[in-house]
T-cell receptor, first 112, second 116 residues
């Protein structure tokens, strides 16, 4: 089976930098994804890491270490609109079809 | 505009009743999924479908049923056998062109199901 661990809540102020960690246990690992979800809304895709290292997309970056089964999402220059829940997800093989398994989410609260 | 549409936004179920949640996509995606989200929790997979006329159980399929008669549509029925149906239900779709590609999920805006 698969399991993911991430902190339940993180708080920060506008303009700051915050890191949301994710550790995972899975068989047949293919990659780590991050999704953002505002309250009552649909999750939206942020990033995907299949190889070790840092991927940067604007203010957001995502890191993966396959040997440590660990990744993180880095949010820079925080804005109030970044207040949302952030989910890591592993794409693990199951009988030849890859399905996403999600963590329980980290709620990010950005204050003025 | 291409996208994935769920309806209704809010749904109420009486005890012993079956209810059906609609999910339609015009993205030409092969794969479709249903996830359940409870307050403060992650998304748990109910059912998924790789192609038309085929679907597989996810991690929490008991009390649910699906059909995939058309590529665009993947309705979910919450049966009376599901004793705790109150949750936020999310439908998603993706391309599944190769086993190793990163095919991100596109989500609908969800249906909140509550029990009367």
């Amino acid at each position: 089976g698969q399991s993911l661990e991430q902190p339940s809540e993180v708080t920060a102020v506008e303009g700051a930098i915050v890191q949301i960690n994710c550790t995972y246990q899975t068989s047949g690992f293919y990659g780590l994804s991050w999704y953002q979800q505002h309250d009552g809304g649909a999750p939206t895709f942020l990033s995907y890491n299949a190889l070790d290292g840092l991927e940067e997309t604007g203010r957001f970056s995502s890191f993966l270490s396959r040997s440590d089964s660990y990744g993180y999402l880095l949010l820079q220059e925080l804005q109030m609109k970044d207040s949302a829940s952030y989910f890591c997800a592993v794409r693990a093989q199951n009988t030849g079809f890859q399905k996403l398994v999600f963590g329980t989410g980290t709620r990010l609260l950005v204050s003025p | 505009d291409g996208g994935i549409t769920q309806s209704p936004k809010y749904l109420f179920r009486k005890e012993g009743q079956n209810v059906t949640l609609s999910c339609e996509q015009n993205l030409n995606h092969d794969a479709m999924y249903w996830y359940r989200q409870d307050p403060g929790q992650g998304l748990r997979l109910i059912y998924y479908s790789q192609i038309v006329n085929d679907f597989q159980k996810g991690d929490i399929a008991e009390g649910y049923s699906v059909s995939r008669e058309k590529k665009e549509s993947f309705p979910l029925t919450v049966t009376s056998a599901q004793k705790n149906p109150t949750a936020f239900y999310l439908c998603a779709s993706s391309f599944e062109r190769t086993p190793y590609a990163n095919e991100k999920l596109f989500f609908g805006s969800g249906t909140q199901l509550s029990v009367l």
